[in-house]
């Protein structure tokens, strides 16, 4: 019998959102194609432009959502989306939230609870939407989805969830081609990379701990540089002013955001990925990272050790000494580290993600 599932991406702005959109739009990618599945998509006008790989694979049905507004999403959540999801046997909403409204069971993915351990890094009016929405989304959701054992572990403890409704989903990063010698030249020169360099990609929000990476650049080898890519996030301005007030403007290129041919080709020639965030409920690039076969120094954090199970740096201290002498040792265990990732690498396939998924539709529409 045909599965029925809508999935509700209408808090989606392509290119804004983050990790959460290329999760979700991954796992809904490595949903298994011989699965008895019908699926279809609820979207924003700019959706498909920036996914066309849905295109002629899913069904979508596309709000009058012609503008980024919190404000109309929300309405449209509990007005058109309902209308539009009578006949399916789930609803996936991949935001975080379930709006009221519609029979159908319902799955949630819960992305991470930053707002729990961070509320001074949201606004007033975001902090109190989360407040009142994350409790009552828990108590109508059939089932919960997290990215992480970590993400579960919290979704439980901070709403009382039964542990058995609660399902890690964990990431899934396709295959990604190691670029070629001419496309590194390429992507180096368009953007004034040389090697030696470390990378970190990120939006400039505040708890991805850029003023670390500025004091780290100090302490690295005069030769190395740290190469910071990802649009500009609430930490924008804080982050310019930390360069200069350093005096490491010359040791570090800010790239912005970049095209995902040149992301990965900055990734793939770095002597080692470095990721000092504060918070994190998965960390995908360190999966990419795996990939693409480069080291990785990350933050001492549940969700960042978790994913790489000892495939990489752990740095429990964040001073700019302390990661400067972790890249030093990745850069001098780089066959280890890099054959430890290809090892991990195996856990966090579109293919494992997707079926979990599967499996967790199933599990609500019983």
């Known amino acids: 019998m045909t599965l029925r599932v809508g999935v509700n991406l209408l808090w989606l702005a392509p290119g804004r959102v983050g990790g959460s959109e290329e999760y979700l739009t991954r796992q809904l990618a490595g949903l298994p194609p011989e699965a008895d599945l019908d699926v279809t998509l609820y979207v924003a006008p700019a959706f498909g432009a920036a996914h066309p790989e849905f295109a002629g694979r899913t069904r979508s049905a596309v ?55 961070f509320p001074e890094y949201f606004s007033r009016a975001r902090l109190a939407y989360l407040r009142a929405a994350m409790p009552a989304s828990m108590r109508r959701a059939t089932l919960v989805t997290t990215p992480s054992e970590y993400v579960r572990g919290r979704v439980i403890d901070a709403f009382g969830r039964d542990p058995e409704s609660v399902i890690v989903v964990p990431h899934g990063v396709p295959d990604i081609a190691r670029p070629s010698p001419h496309a590194l030249e390429a992507a180096w020169q368009a953007h004034g990379v040389r090697p030696p360099y470390v990378v970190y990609p990120a939006i400039t929000h505040p708890h991805k701990g850029h003023r670390v990476m500025v004091e780290m650049a100090a302490h690295l080898p005069p030769d190395v540089q740290l190469v910071l890519t990802g ?5 924008e301005g804080a982050l310019a002013a930390a360069i200069a007030a350093a005096g490491v403007g010359d040791r570090i290129v800010r790239t912005g955001r970049v095209p995902s041919g040149d992301r990965d080709a ?12 504060e918070y994190e409920g998965f960390g995908a690039p360190l999966v990419e990272a795996m990939v693409l076969g480069v080291p990785i120094v990350a933050a001492d954090l549940p969700a960042l050790v978790e994913v790489l199970g000892g495939a990489g740096v752990v740095v429990p201290d964040r001073t700019g000494a302390a990661w400067a002498e972790a890249v030093a040792d990745a850069r001098s265990r780089r066959a280890e580290l890099v054959a430890a990732g290809a090892a991990r690498r195996a856990a966090f396939t579109l293919e494992h993600s997707g079926a979990v998924l599967l499996t967790a539709y199933r599990a609500a529409a019983i």
Do not use: K
């Open 63 to 117: 709000a009058p959502l012609h503008r980024d507004s919190r404000a109309l999403r929300l309405a449209l959540e509990r007005t058109w989306l309902p209308r539009h999801s009578r006949s399916v046997d789930v609803v996936h909403h991949g935001g975080g939230t379930v709006p009221p409204g519609g029979r159908a069971p319902t799955v949630v993915t819960v992305h991470d609870l930053q707002y729990l351990a």
């Open 231 to 235: 649009g500009a996030g609430a930490a």
């Open 266 to 277: 900055l990734l793939a020639g770095a002597d080692a990925l470095v990721f000092p965030s």
